[in-house]
């Protein structure tokens, strides 16, 4: 090989390098941004979800203290107004006490509502139960809850995310829906959770625009939220179905 291939090679082997060079620092750069750019998607999304977890915690309370505002007027409002009426018309000693043993138990359940620690501490299926009870013991709707398969302890946080959905479900359902009967169901298996409520209310066209402010979509972004699917089936007359699968 002359002096001339010789250069020809060094000069054509550099260009080659270079090109290699530039491609490997090209590509070190793109999956770098890529990574960085994940890394953001990734802390947005960790955020949007701890914003979403607190504003629902928020909702819950302030539903609770509607809750405890209704309750106070309607039902341990009433049962002390019947004590005193008791008192004035000289009723049997027995009677009043009965009166108000139930105000003090109505307080009791208040106090537990009250408790910033109650919420935290209790798991879906107390939640579920403490908001049917109170459903049933104030005569809103008559109330049933069922519980199938083998029960599976899930994250807090996506726990309150399902409770805060089923509260709007409920809220639409004893406000506007005219319902008699609700039904809640959760059925465990062994890697599904399904939560299905059901009323037996008006119901409405899900095809008519005017639907849309009631709830439904943001049931369905809460849903997505926690990797769930919230799927809503109703027709006029013929109440409304609410059902939500996660994967365990």
Request: charge should be positive; charged fraction near 25%.
């Amino acid at each position: 090989m002359d002096e001339k291939e010789i250069q020809s090679f060094l000069i054509i082997s550099s260009v080659v390098l270079f090109i290699l060079i530039i491609t490997m620092i090209s590509l070190f750069l793109f999956f770098q941004k890529r990574k960085n750019a994940l890394l953001l998607k990734n802390e947005f999304a960790k955020k949007h979800f701890e914003q979403e977890i607190s504003k629902a915690k928020i909702e819950i309370r302030e539903e609770t203290f509607r809750n405890i505002s209704w309750e106070l007027h309607d039902n341990i409002g009433q049962l002390l107004t019947l004590a005193k009426i008791q008192l004035q018309n000289n009723s049997p000693a027995s009677d009043i006490k009965e009166t108000l043993n139930k105000s003090l138990k109505e307080l009791r359940i208040l106090s537990k509502l009250i408790n910033p620690d109650a919420l935290k501490n209790m798991s879906l299926e107390q939640a579920i139960t403490d908001e049917i009870n109170r459903f049933n013991r104030l005569n809103y709707i008559e109330s049933k809850f069922t519980i199938k398969g083998q029960q599976i302890k899930i994250d807090g946080k996506i726990e309150i995310v399902f409770f805060r959905i089923l509260q709007e479900f409920f809220s639409n359902t004893i406000k506007h829906a005219k319902a008699t009967h609700l039904d809640i169901l959760l059925n465990y298996q062994p890697d599904m959770l399904t939560i299905i409520a059901k009323d037996n209310g008006l119901g409405f066209d899900l095809n008519k625009k005017n639907y849309s402010g009631i709830g439904l979509t943001n049931i369905k972004n809460r849903a997505k939220l926690v990797n769930a699917n919230a799927t809503i089936l109703s027709e006029p007359n013929k109440g409304t179905k609410l059902t939500i699968t996660y994967k365990l």
